[in-house]
């Protein structure tokens, strides 16, 4: 199958095959064509990238509409027969690979996220995504039917096991949830996989500190402002779990984070949580703050889920470049400056936020280098030192994607 006329297409083209090594050819050439189209066009809509693209190649619309849509079609619903489906399953060790092969070489520590988002009252997405400054990655996702009911465990047991065999296991890794996620099998799953539960739950329940005989209530833990806890505890009458409890009240926050892990309480650090708001972003990002995915006419989980490979691997381009970018941005001249200056006084009792997203920033760059014929951005990763103190990462501070 041949690309056509761009030597920007053609350049990408060949580094999706390159780091897609299970597809065939055709399969990494349209998503190849697909991710281009969504990052250069900020839609994942298929008239948009059809449009976008056949102005591009030189083709037809209609010709190229029908190859984006075949891509993702199950292989009965193709027009040409001994065509096959994707297995977007498949992808999800690749996806973690191309984005570990980018990965700093001296640094083995990932920060993991695992949420679900809904579009409407039609899909509910579980996604695992990497979390990296500010924005989020996905790299193993389910999507279902938002309205029939069902367990979402066997679908969370299944996307870990796609993944849990890629990373090294000489790297330490933590895996970020939300209270609504939290279950004594999910945090099993994770340290089945060698990885490091960090699991915020609720206020209701008792807990025991190790060596103790007590049962004290979880709401009675850090009911001020500035509190923090750890200890080695069997949390939960019900159901225990022996772990280790995590609690911490920063100002800002109307309640206190409880977070439950496997490390030890002198190597666990609360702060290291605020990085799951990250995946927020993720989401925002794939809607209303990039792609535009909520205005998809899909109405197919399968066919939604292949879509989302697309979405991924343009997400994937946007952030590394535009992270690389954010990693050499110029320190603030701030101490140069007179003490009586404005921007000290305007800086005072502040927190640091970036004034533009990675993920917008990528964009920004990456279309640059094509105006310019400039060699298309590839990207790379470079991690920021992992929070310590207070919080400071606000999903309010770090979702520019539309500025």
């Given at each position: 199958?041949?690309?056509?006329?761009?030597?920007?297409?053609?350049?990408?083209?060949?580094?999706?095959?390159?780091?897609?090594?299970?597809?065939?050819?055709?399969?990494?050439?349209?998503?190849?064509?697909?991710?281009?189209?969504?990052?250069?066009?900020?839609?994942?809509?298929?008239?948009?990238?059809?449009?976008?693209?056949?102005?591009?190649?030189?083709?037809?619309?209609?010709?190229?509409?029908?190859?984006?849509?075949?891509?993702?079609?199950?292989?009965?619903?193709?027009?040409?027969?001994?065509?096959?489906?994707?297995?977007?399953?498949?992808?999800?060790?690749?996806?973690?690979?191309?984005?570990?092969?980018?990965?700093?070489?001296?640094?083995?520590?990932?920060?993991?996220?695992?949420?679900?988002?809904?579009?409407?009252?039609?899909?509910?997405?579980?996604?695992?995504?990497?979390?990296?400054?500010?924005?989020?990655?996905?790299?193993?996702?389910?999507?279902?039917?938002?309205?029939?009911?069902?367990?979402?465990?066997?679908?969370?047991?299944?996307?870990?096991?796609?993944?849990?065999?890629?990373?090294?296991?000489?790297?330490?890794?933590?895996?970020?949830?939300?209270?609504?996620?939290?279950?004594?099998?999910?945090?099993?799953?994770?340290?089945?996989?060698?990885?490091?539960?960090?699991?915020?739950?609720?206020?209701?329940?008792?807990?025991?500190?190790?060596?103790?005989?007590?049962?004290?209530?979880?709401?009675?833990?850090?009911?001020?402002?500035?509190?923090?806890?750890?200890?080695?505890?069997?949390?939960?009458?019900?159901?225990?779990i022996e772990c280790t409890l995590l609690a911490?009240?920063?100002?800002?926050?109307?309640?206190?984070?409880?977070?439950?892990?496997?490390?030890?309480?002198?190597?666990?650090?609360?702060?290291?949580?605020?990085m799951r708001s990250w995946i927020e972003c993720?989401?925002?990002?794939?809607?209303?703050?990039?792609?535009?995915?909520?205005?998809?006419?899909?109405?197919?989980?399968?066919?939604?889920?292949?879509?989302?490979?697309?979405?991924?691997?343009?997400?994937?381009?946007?952030?590394?470049?535009?992270?690389?970018?954010?990693?050499?941005?110029?320190?603030?001249?701030?101490?140069?400056?007179?003490?009586?200056?404005?921007?000290?006084?305007?800086?005072?009792?502040?927190?640091?936020?970036?004034?533009?997203?990675?993920?917008?920033?990528?964009?920004?760059?990456?279309?640059?280098?094509?105006?310019?014929?400039?060699?298309?951005?590839?990207?790379?990763?470079f991690p920021e030192p992992w929070p310590s103190?207070?919080?400071?990462?606000?999903?309010?501070?770090?979702?520019?994607?539309?500025?």
């Amino acid at each position: 199958m041949q690309v056509g006329k761009s030597e920007e297409l053609r350049e990408w083209t060949r580094k999706v095959i390159e780091k897609m090594p299970n597809l065939t050819k055709p399969q990494a050439v349209v998503l190849a064509m697909w991710t281009f189209g969504i990052v250069m066009t900020q839609s994942s809509g298929l008239t948009t990238v059809s449009v976008f693209l056949a102005e591009l190649l030189g083709k037809k619309e209609n010709t190229i509409r029908q190859q984006l849509r075949e891509w993702y079609r199950d292989a009965e619903d193709k027009t040409k027969t001994g065509r096959t489906s994707l297995d977007v399953t498949s992808c999800f060790s690749p996806l973690l690979s191309w984005i570990l092969s980018l990965w700093p070489k001296g640094e083995k520590r990932l920060a993991l996220a695992a949420d679900a988002s809904t579009l409407s009252d039609r899909f509910t997405v579980l996604a695992i995504s990497i979390v990296y400054r500010g924005c989020g990655i996905p790299i193993a996702w389910k999507i279902v039917e938002a309205t029939i009911p069902g367990s979402w465990k066997p679908h969370w047991e299944e996307l870990f096991r796609h993944i849990d065999k890629t990373v090294p296991p000489d790297w330490f890794v933590i895996v970020t949830t939300d209270r609504g996620l939290y279950a004594e099998w999910l945090y099993q799953q994770i340290l089945n996989c060698g990885w490091h539960p960090f699991m915020r739950i609720n206020l209701q329940g008792q807990f025991q500190i190790k060596g103790t005989v007590s049962w004290l209530p979880l709401n009675t833990l850090v009911r001020e402002v500035g509190q923090s806890f750890e200890s080695l505890v069997t949390c939960f009458k019900s159901n225990p779990i022996e772990c280790t409890l995590l609690a911490r009240h920063d100002e800002g926050y109307a309640e206190p984070w409880l977070i439950l892990t496997d490390l030890q309480p002198e190597v666990a650090d609360a702060c290291w949580y605020s990085m799951r708001s990250w995946i927020e972003c993720l989401f925002k990002d794939g809607k209303r703050g990039g792609f535009a995915w909520h205005q998809t006419k899909m109405t197919d989980t399968k066919r939604a889920e292949r879509h989302w490979l697309a979405i991924a691997i343009a997400t994937l381009w946007q952030v590394s470049v535009g992270g690389a970018i954010d990693a050499n941005l110029p320190i603030s001249s701030l101490d140069e400056l007179p003490q009586t200056h404005v921007a000290r006084r305007n800086l005072k009792n502040s927190v640091f936020h970036r004034c533009l997203s990675c993920f917008r920033r990528g964009f920004l760059v990456i279309k640059a280098a094509v105006l310019n014929r400039l060699p298309l951005p590839q990207g790379s990763f470079f991690p920021e030192p992992w929070p310590s103190l207070t919080p400071q990462l606000h999903v309010s501070q770090i979702t520019l994607s539309t500025a």
